[in-house]
Every structure is written in C-alpha cells, then in structure tokens.
Nanobody
Framework: VQLQASGGGVVQAGGSLSVSCVGS???????MGWFRQAPGKEREFVAA????????LYQDSVKGRFRISRDSAMNTVWLQMSSLKPEDTAVYYC??????????????????WGQGTLVTVSS
C-alpha cells in the first residue's frame, strides 16, 4: 500500500491542526501509525491505532493533546493535534503495519511509509 500524508502547515503555539494520511489501497487490514522527525533529531513515535480502531497508543508527550482516528472505508487516518507547542514542529509521517490487537510504537514493525508533511509551530 502507498500512503500519502497531507495537511501540514504553520500554526501558532496553542493552536490546532489536523493531518491526514490516505492509502492507495485498502488500509482496513493494517495498524496505522504516525511518527515525526524534528530537525536534527531522530524519527520518533507519536501515535498508533490498530486495524479496527479499538486500540490506540500515544507517546506520553502528546497524550491528551493529539488524537488518532481512522475511517477504513475512506482509506484514511487522521492525527488531530491541539494545544500545539513549538517542540511539536517536525515532519510527520504515517505508516502501515500488520494488524494486531494493540498497536506498537516500534518503527521496524511498520512496512509502508508516506512521504511526510511538515508541521511548524511558531512561538
């Protein structure tokens, strides 16, 4: 499956932004994850949702501020971000991995990646 992430942009600190990821084929059989890479830093896990949407996982720093959701009929996954902070500035990548009861944060578990979309949070 090929993934296309979009929706990035510039937002002020404290603001909200939603990024989306569309699959070229059915994503209903995959767990989906969002990762991000800030300038000069390694890529890190942000959030994940399992194949049926019943289980989610978040990095501690985004809990309560970010929400991952999916609509498999639309082959789309969203990451809704609120109360954004300058440290959330990064390129955000979506990824697909094998289905599970509980999604994982490990990058090596995801086999398909989108091209990334840049989110810039200004202070």
């Amino acid at each position: 499956v090929q993934l296309q992430a979009s929706g990035g942009g510039v937002v002020q600190a404290g603001g909200s932004l939603s990024v989306s990821c569309v699959g070229s084929a059915r994503i209903g059989n995959y767990d989906m994850g969002w990762f991000r890479q800030a300038p000069g830093k390694e890529r890190e896990f942000v959030a994940a949702i399992n194949w049926n949407g019943f289980s989610t996982l978040y990095q501690d720093s985004v809990k309560g501020r970010f929400r991952i959701s999916r609509d498999s009929a639309m082959n789309t996954v969203w990451l809704q971000m609120s109360s954004l902070k300058p440290e959330d500035t990064a390129v955000y990548y979506c990824a697909a991995g094998p289905s599970s009861l509980s999604p994982t944060s490990g990058m090596s578990s995801y086999h398909a990646w989108g091209q990334g979309t840049l989110v810039t949070v200004s202070s």
